[in-house]
């Protein structure tokens, strides 16, 4: 049985933590975002709550904020800030967390999850891969762009969460995963293929069907490179998903290529540069992937953006 008491703690009032935080408390569930400071606590009250758009309709939810340092204990956390302010942030959130904390993981990528777990070793680390879309229209404020599904899973533990029921009436669509880290490195060797060279061809993702030989080479090594790493499944007709994803998702700019057009930073330590450091640590030569990773680092560069 669910727990209705427990409170869903969340981190990062953005983009998903924006989304999933209005969907569990519009469907009764305690919610406390957590937020950077007391100048991002007085700015979120000062517009009163997060803001939700979907279909064109945009709803106010007051939920209760409150900073990092606020004494009171945490025993359920979502974590929805981006994969390189992972770690930060649950290393100041650790001291907070119950001996029986649980802790979803909404991170893109690989790499932060791994990083988060070796910060809260008392607490069961539930990772997630989401096709859901949101975005930022402005301060507090979040639009639902594109529906989709989320997978939870945990490696070490495959009994669900007794929670899944609140996601679900939430209306939250998602499964239980034996297998998240498969899913993980599947998106992971996905976003590879498509995502840098539609950043270093300033294009949409359509357009990468004009370079199939460039594609073809890439999933092979993805596909050596997972092989490599114990993620055969997910190797498993990677060309042709990436084909068909550059189709499906023709008219579309990649998340990369949106953060690069609009100077934020991007994940791709958690992203490419996690694939070519695994491939490194398995002393596998990935000569494509590796030029790619670094016209991307140069590209990044160039504009002032981080590499990592
Ligand atoms: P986002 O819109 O940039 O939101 C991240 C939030 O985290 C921001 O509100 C940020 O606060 C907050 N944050 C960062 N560090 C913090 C800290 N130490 N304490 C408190 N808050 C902190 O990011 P997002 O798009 O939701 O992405 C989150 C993750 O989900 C990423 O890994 C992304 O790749 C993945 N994802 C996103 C989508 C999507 O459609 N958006 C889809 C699938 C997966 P400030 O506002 O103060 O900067």
Known sequence: MSDPRTTWHILGAGSLGGLWAARLARAGAPVRLILRDRGRLAAYRQAG????????????YPLDAETTDDPAPIRRLLLACKAYDAEGAIAALAPRLTGDAEVVLLQNGLGSQEAVAARVPQARCILASSTEGAFREGAWRVVFAGHGHTW????????????????????????????????LWRKLALNCAINPLTVLYDCRNGALQQHPAELATLCDELGELLHTCGQAAAAEG??????????????????????????????????IGHACAAAERHRLVLPHLAALHQRLLKHLNQRGLPSH
Request: charged residues 25%; aromatic residues 6%.
């Open 152 to 183: 939870l899973g945990d490696p070490l533990d495959l009994a669900p969460p007794h929670w899944l029921a609140e996601l679900e009436q939430a209306g939250i669509v998602h499964d239980w995963s034996l297998d998240i880290l498969g899913r």
């Open 238 to 271: 990677l060309h042709e998903e990436v084909q068909r994803v550059i189709r499906a998702t023709a008219a579309n700019y990649s998340s990369m290529h949106q953060d690069v057009a609009q100077g934020r930073r991007t994940e791709i330590g958690y992203l």
């Open 49 to 60: 709550g997060v803001t939700l758009v979907e279909r064109g309709q945009a709803r106010l």
